[in-house]
Every structure is written in structure tokens, then in C-alpha cells.
Nanobody
Framework: QVQLVESGGGLVQAGDSLRISCVPSGQSLSNLIIGWFRQRPGKEREFVATISRSGAMTDYGYSVMGRFTISRDNGKNTAYLQMTSLKPEDTAVYYC??????????????????????WGQGTQVTVSS
């Protein structure tokens, strides 16, 4: 059973940067497609970013494109979401999601929550104005 643990959330000011991490157990990160989703207060969970197993391909939600960067270090078994130029509207619980997948990476498919089998408990990011 794959378990995902997020860390690194916290309270920051608008314009600040923050990096959150996701560490899987029960499966090597190198076998997992990773996605980041977030749930803002009163909103449905939404897609933020995803990365292929090798890290060569990434995809981002429109609201974070150009500000957030997803990455992974398979050697350290850790995936990251680097967030810059944070805005109060980025305040949310951020969830790491994963699925073991060996087929060719399909851009667009991993924007869907239903494409993932494993979810972390989430880490809170709060951006004050």
C-alpha cells in the first residue's frame, strides 16, 4: 500500500515563496506519476501540477502557471512543489497524489483526480495579505 506524506506547509506573506514536499512509502517514487492538487476554503479540490516519472514532462493548472514549479528527486524519493509569488488566493490545503504507471505519459490525463490511486493527508498553506 502506497502512503504519501506531505510536509513544508505554513503561513507566509503575499509575494513569498514556499516549497512543499511529498514522500511516498510502500513504493519507489521512480515508479509513480505525481500530482499536486489543492482545496481552497469553500471550493472543490482542483488540479495544480503533475510530473512524469522521469521528470521530463510537467503540466500546470492555469492559475499557477509561471509561479509554481513541480519537480522530483527520485534518488531522494521526494517530490516537490516550489511556489513563488504567492497570493492570498493560493491559501489552501495542498494534497500530493500518486499512481503507479508504466505506460507513456499522457498530457492532460493526469489533471484528473480520478487518475490517481493514492493521496496524502494534505498540508496547509496560508498566504496572508
Amino acid at each position: 500500500q502506497v502512503q504519501l506524506v506531505e510536509s513544508g506547509g505554513g503561513l507566509v506573506q503575499a509575494g513569498d515563496s514556499l516549497r512543499i514536499s511529498c514522500v511516498p512509502s510502500g513504493q519507489s517514487l521512480s515508479n509513480l506519476i505525481i500530482g499536486w492538487f489543492r482545496q481552497r476554503p469553500g471550493k472543490e479540490r482542483e488540479f495544480v501540477a503533475t510530473i512524469s516519472r522521469s521528470g521530463a514532462m510537467t503540466d500546470y493548472g492555469y492559475s499557477v502557471m509561471g509561479r509554481f514549479t513541480i519537480s522530483r528527486d527520485n534518488g531522494k524519493n521526494t517530490a516537490y512543489l516550489q511556489m513563488t509569488s504567492l497570493k492570498p488566493e493560493d491559501t489552501a490545503v495542498y494534497y500530493c497524489a500518486a499512481v503507479q504507471e508504466f505506460r507513456p505519459y499522457s498530457v492532460g490525463y493526469y489533471r484528473l483526480m480520478s487518475s490517481y490511486l493514492h493521496w496524502g493527508q494534505g498540508t496547509q498553506v496560508t498566504v496572508s495579505s
